[in-house]
């Protein structure tokens, strides 16, 4: 049985603070791996300033190189287009891991507009990744209301594969300014430079 983080994303490009928070995450959870899912796009979002989904993975197993993480376009692949159905794949697809969702505090005033947004919440525990500026909004937020009942002190991080879904738990990290969307701006066709060629940085994700 492997620990398992999965971050899900844009990845639109992934950058330093995508590593530093999610080595930071295993660290204070204990996990054997973070596993990044790339998304072909968020549902919620414009596809306007999207990068081609291959650009996007290939940042982020460049960024993901020499760390316990895993990259994968895993949702494109599978062909699901929310959140729900591709779990609901992932975890029939490895039942013998156990898994913890990586969720970043910017995601919690959205959430309850995620589809079965509920019953993603049922599925597996939920680590709450700070981010700077989302703290007021993020506990104010209307999916709180209904998981405030649920939260798990950070002091008990480690023991998350003995909890029952829902469970949801704000992780105490050093917060990153990184911003893709600041990227993004200083470097509009950042998807257009050539890229190393990586060897064995696919992951586990992707379908047989």
């Not at 990068?51 to 460049?62: F, G, K, L, M, W």
């Not at 895993?70 to 287009?81: K, L, M, N, Y």
């Not at 993020?138 to 008990?156: D, E, T």
């Not at 704000?170 to 060897?199: C, E």
Request: charged share 25%; hydrophobic share 40%.
């Amino acid at each position: 049985m492997k620990r398992i983080g999965l971050l899900g994303g844009s990845f639109n490009p992934a950058h330093r603070g995508h590593r530093r928070l999610s080595l930071a995450a295993l660290d204070a959870l204990g996990l054997d791996e973070v596993w990044w899912r790339v998304s072909p796009g968020n549902p919620l979002k414009t596809a306007q300033g999207m990068a081609p989904v291959e650009a996007r993975v290939a940042s982020a197993q460049e960024m993901a190189s020499r760390a316990p993480i895993r990259v994968s376009d895993f949702e494109r692949r599978a062909g699901t287009r929310y959140t729900v159905d591709t779990l609901s794949k992932l975890l029939g697809r490895y039942p013998r891991n156990r898994f913890i969702w990586l969720m970043g505090q910017d995601i919690l005033p959205e959430f309850h507009r995620w589809k079965d947004w509920r019953r993603i919440a049922q599925m597996l525990p939920i680590a709450v990744i700070p981010r700077p500026g989302y703290d007021g909004a993020a506990r104010a937020a209307r999916a709180m209301g209904w998981l405030r009942g649920f939260v798990r002190p950070a002091s008990q991080a480690k023991r998350w594969t003995q909890w029952s879904a829902p469970a949801i738990i704000l992780l105490r990290l050093p917060p990153d300014t990184t911003s893709a969307t600041r990227l993004r701006a200083l470097d509009p066709n950042w998807h257009q430079r050539p890229r190393p060629v990586l060897h064995g940085t696919r992951g586990p994700l992707a379908p047989c």
